[in-house]
């Protein structure tokens, strides 16, 4: 099985690594040339379009930032769509909307090409280790067939019903992560506004009630050294919220901490806050409390 691999970024660039480390023969594409350059350095041929990707591929694997790059990737002209033979199969690692990849997979059915939806959870260290969670949407025989190349990427793969429905796991999935950094933050300013020392307060909290992910992944390595290099980009989980606001929106069903915790991480972006990790947030209530949650060992 032959695989093309497009998004070489903070998640591809180590799951295309993987795939290569697993013996799968790999063709690989990204806009930024450094990225290619490092895959091609590990033994990967370049492709220069995803088209020509697709043509060298069985199966193409894509890790891109949003529905409207994945869509062109896919569908647009010199798109993966126009390269890939008959019988082949598009796995989306990325996390866009439902109705994005069901649009792709009805185009795809035309040309007989199978989609996935495979968006991943684990973060980039997840992905560095092999160990990312994959919840898999899309035909179940196509997903065996992919499964020891999703091995290759992810720990614990899930089949979790038909096309959309991995994206919409992970949106809801990432909605509690939103939340849950944001109020993270705030509760954090306020322990250590109120005289707490930060790596008690990290102590007992991860090992009591209102401990979390957000808690666990993001204090020790980011918010108690003031670090903020992603990780895992304010501009994703504000991607990724929207998400989840759009699902509710078709579904007029209302959601209000999501709504509010997108515009936290809008009001981080309003900072220049961006490109750092989720984590920054905290930034915006240290700026509030006029106080900073850092470890004082
Ligand atoms: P990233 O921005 O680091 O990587 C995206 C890559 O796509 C970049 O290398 C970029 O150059 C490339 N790209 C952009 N436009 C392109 C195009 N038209 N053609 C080819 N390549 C193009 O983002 P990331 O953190 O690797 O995330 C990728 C996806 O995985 C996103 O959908 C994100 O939401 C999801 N995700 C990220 C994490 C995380 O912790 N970073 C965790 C789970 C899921």
């Not at 869509?71 to 109705?99: A, C, F, M, W, Y």
């Not at 035909?139 to 990427?153: A, F, G, H, N, R």
């Not at 109020?183 to 020392?197: F, I, P, Q, W, Y």
Request: glycine share 10%.
């Amino acid at each position: 099985m032959k695989i093309g691999f497009i998004g070489l970024g903070v998640m591809g660039k180590s799951m295309a690594l993987n795939v290569l480390k697993a013996g799968y023969e790999l063709t690989v594409y990204d806009v930024v040339r450094e990225n290619v350059d490092a895959l091609v350095q590990a033994g990967a041929q370049k492709g220069d379009s995803p088209e020509e990707v697709a043509k060298q591929s069985d199966v193409v694997m894509t890790s891109l930032p949003n529905s409207a790059i994945v869509e062109s990737v896919v569908l647009g002209e010199q798109g993966v769509l126009s390269g890939l033979r008959e019988n082949g199969i598009i796995v989306d690692l990325s996390s866009i909307t439902p109705k994005t990849i069901r649009k792709i997979s009805s185009m795809a059915k035309e040309k007989n090409i199978s989609v996935i939806d495979a968006p991943v959870s684990g973060g980039a260290e997840g992905a560095a280790k092999g160990t990312l969670t994959i919840m898999a949407g899309g035909d179940k025989k196509v997903i065996e067939k992919v499964m020891p190349l999703l091995e290759s990427v992810g720990k614990d793969i899930k089949h979790v019903g038909d096309v959309g429905a991995g994206d919409t796991i992970k949106a809801v999935n990432n909605l509690l992560l939103g939340i849950n950094m944001v109020a993270t933050a705030e509760a954090l300013v306020l322990g250590k506004k109120a005289g707490l020392d930060p790596d008690i307060m990290f102590d007992i909290i991860s090992k009591s009630s209102g401990g979390s992910y957000a808690l666990t992944a993001k204090y020790e390595k980011y918010i108690s050294k003031g670090h903020f290099d992603p990780g895992f980009m304010v501009d994703l989980m504000y991607k990724d919220l929207q998400l989840a606001i759009d699902t509710a929106k078709d579904l007029q069903y209302p959601l209000i901490c999501g709504t509010l915790s997108q515009q936290m991480f809008e009001a981080a972006r309003a900072e220049g806050l961006g490109d750092r990790d989720i984590s920054s947030v905290i930034q915006l209530f240290e700026k509030w409390g006029k106080t900073e949650v850092r470890s004082e060992k």
